[in-house]
């Protein structure tokens, strides 16, 4: 009886000691909280993976809060039976191991479940001392921690062979599933993984199927699973296999990660189908020296970026760069916010003629594409046909209201106005294309230009650029386009909704835009080349126009699309559409205009070049003239140097330099240089003098002695 107390005495003082030297330890050696590092998935607004990122340190792996309760089972009769039961260490265990490892060569562990996790939170070279460092944090995760929570951590944390890390990671790479959709067989093969991970990894061993059936027996005899289950997870054979991970919408993962987003409002199937759109129509354009493709898309009402293709291919040169985001020549895509402000301040009406001749701006004479004039056009068909002249000229009376402002209204990081001058009326000012995209969205929100949210950004914020009328109005007029100059890709394009859309190719054929909208949605494409190489001829309307036509078709036979409707505040009225002030108007019609706003008078719109063209193209005569309701006004405007410039800075061979004047009124001007006397010239000629270098004082004077005056500076090269 003394022996025994002794010995009852002896185990509690033992039991003592070790939980006080326990405690001490656990003061001076706390466990500090267990943190892993996330791999990223991001998904779309249907819940389908995008794509997936790697973890910091290089490790795919994946949180599971929910464990499916036969992926426990499974796991713990494979990995430590007794898991429930012991306190973070067998001592059974570890016996039978030491035993063993002294009469076999064969080696077995005595891990448990809790000690595995120790051993990976802070992995060791295996030796008896860490592995009493192993046991001793064992006890602090079973002090710190439920079974359930240890267990949790345990199949977060597990290695699965190469970089996976976790049962979750494990099941979407080995078997493309979640964890509540794999089979039982699939479940017994990721049970056995962790115990030899490079051993056993299911993308290398050609062994699966034997190491799946011997833990399927293991299972049945447990009775974790039944006959019958056996049985049919048998039958399912396998062979070595690693999925990719998922990679999609490159551009857009990549600032959704950075901004930190696990959902988006992507629609990849969307994504999938522009992306496809664009392959096949670019191989029929890489004949034309392009090679890369952009495209985004924007729900008009959610006002979302669902689309957004930053490079078609990759694999394409220069293919990582994000052509949505990189600053390009818009071209001719910012001449409707032009029209929009003009229709504003009662420049024109849609109907109304303007004139298509050249002009001069100081030194800067803008050219039409196609290098000659129309003469007189309509305001739609100067918009949709895309001419030059006319929208420098609208844009110049605009005065402080005119594109520059809209487009520092809009928050864009635009340079001084007087970098651009009027060049900026033909997209001198570069825009990336998400910039020029969100802009065109005002057309569809009654000329509000609303917060856009891309990749868990969001961008901008409510501002009122247009009015809604004016919106309306212009949207009206590009709906027009396809009709009008491309009427061949359009009759191509079946099935096609209703849509308005502009199109834009910059100098030397080099940045090849379509921005196209409908009350849904508004999509911009650009096609060119990274490295700014220009391509073989290709304008916008023969090329991105095409995919822009076919992304629009693809979304109508997803959901029948609607066009903008017309707000209130616009009338029809009838409306003189003569370009030139006729003594009886000549061409009557009724026309939209918008209520409350009063039509500026013609007489003070019409310039020296202008008139000159009509009259030397027979638009007008001497007579029309003279009898003009403008004649009053006419006779005081001053001849126009159209060039040299006003204080030009000018080199030329021997001093010869050309001028021309056009006066307002009548056929012959009188020029003067320096002290000369004035001699006489037609209207309009050119005119070549002999300079001396240094400066010099031209001037002209029309029948009526009104005198304009150019100041130059010539050097003789």
């Not at 464990?67 to 039978?96: A, T």
């Not at 099941?171 to 051993?199: H, T």
């Amino acid at each position: 009886m003394k022996i025994f107390k002794k010995f009852i005495i002896s185990i509690t003082v033992l039991t003592l000691l070790l939980a006080v030297t326990f405690a001490i330890l656990n003061t001076l050696f706390p466990l500090e909280k267990i943190a892993v590092s996330q791999s990223k998935i991001l998904y779309d607004k249907n819940g389908e993976i995008i794509s997936m990122k790697l973890s910091d340190d290089g490790y795919w792996k994946y949180s599971a809060d929910e464990i499916p309760p036969l992926i426990k089972k499974s796991v713990i009769n494979f990995e430590d039976k007794y898991f429930y039961n012991h306190f973070g260490v067998n001592p059974f265990s570890i016996i039978r191991a030491f035993f063993h490892n002294l009469t076999h060569d064969n080696k077995i562990g005595a891990s448990t479940i809790t000690m595995q996790v120790a051993r990976i939170i802070e992995p060791k070279k295996r030796s008896y001392k860490n592995k009493i460092i192993e046991i001793f944090r064992a006890f602090q995760l079973e002090l710190n921690y439920s079974k359930d929570e240890i267990l949790n951590i345990y199949f977060n944390i597990a290695p699965y062979g190469g970089n996976i890390v976790g049962i979750k990671a494990a099941s979407k790479f080995y078997f493309d599933k979640d964890l509540d959709e794999l089979s039982i067989s699939q479940i017994a093969l990721l049970s056995i993984v962790p115990k030899n991970p490079n051993e056993n990894r299911l993308d290398k061993n050609k062994n699966l199927n034997a190491l799946k059936n011997r833990v399927l027996k293991e299972l049945l005899d447990d009775k974790i699973i039944d006959e019958s289950a056996y049985k049919r997870a048998l039958k399912e054979s396998f062979t070595p296999k690693r999925y990719d991970a998922k990679n999609r919408a490159f551009h857009y993962s990549n600032l959704a990660f950075k901004n930190g987003i696990i959902s988006s409002n992507l629609d990849l199937n969307l994504q999938n189908e522009i992306e496809n759109i664009i392959k096949k129509e670019m191989i029929n354009f890489n004949k034309f020296d392009l090679f890369n493709a952009s495209a985004v898309v924007i729900d008009n009402l959610k006002m979302e970026v669902v689309a957004y293709v930053g490079s078609h291919d990759l694999k394409s040169k220069d293919g990582f760069n994000d052509g949505v985001m990189a600053k390009r020549s818009v071209g001719s895509t910012l001449k409707p916010f032009i029209y929009a402000l003009a229709l504003e301040n009662g420049l024109i009406t849609p109907k109304q003629n303007l004139i298509d001749a050249e002009i001069y701006l100081g030194d800067y004479a803008p050219k039409n594409y196609t290098k000659d004039f129309l003469g007189e056009i309509s305001a739609t068909d100067a918009l949709i046909f895309s001419l030059n002249t006319p929208a420098v000229f609208l844009n110049s009376n605009l005065g402080e209201n005119s594109l520059y402002e809209l487009l520092k209204k809009a928050n864009l990081k635009v340079k001084e106005k007087s970098f651009f001058g009027e060049s900026i009326a033909l997209g001198s000012v570069p825009l990336n294309l998400l910039e020029l995209t969100h802009l065109y969205t005002i057309f569809a929100n009654e000329g509000e230009l609303l917060p856009l949210e891309i990749a868990g950004e969001i961008k901008g914020e409510k501002i009122t650029l247009l009015s809604k009328q004016s919106s309306f109005l212009v949207s009206q007029m590009l709906l027009q386009t396809p009709r009008s100059y491309l009427n061949s890709v359009w009759q191509s394009t079946v099935d096609m909704p209703l849509i308005a859309f502009k199109t834009g190719t910059s100098a030397n054929w080099i940045d090849l835009h379509t921005i196209a909208f409908n009350k849904n949605y508004t999509v911009g494409v650009w096609l060119g080349n990274f490295n700014s190489k220009p391509t073989s001829g290709l304008t916008g309307g023969d090329s991105s126009a095409k995919i822009v036509f076919e992304i629009f078709r693809y979304l109508n036979k997803r959901k029948n699309l609607e066009f903008i409707s017309k707000p209130e505040g616009i009338s029809k009225k009838n409306i003189c559409l003569d370009s030139f002030v006729f003594k009886e108007c000549k061409n009557l019609q009724k026309d939209f205009v918008i209520d409350g706003v009063s039509l500026v008078d013609k007489c003070t719109l019409i310039t020296n070049e202008q008139i000159n063209y009509l009259l030397k193209n027979a638009f007008i005569t001497s007579d029309d003239l003279k009898q003009s309701p403008c004649f009053g006004y006419f006779k005081d405007i001053k001849p126009l140097i159209a060039y040299p410039a006003n204080r030009s800075k000018m080199s030329s061979f021997y001093g010869k330099i050309n001028t021309k004047c056009i006066s307002f009124l009548g056929d012959e001007v009188y020029i003067k240089v320096d002290d000369e006397k004035y001699e006489k010239f037609r209207s309009g000629s050119e005119i070549v003098l002999n300079l001396s270098s240094g400066f010099h004082t031209i001037k002209c004077l029309d029948e009526y002695s009104n005198l304009a005056t150019s100041e130059i500076f010539l050097e003789e090269l």
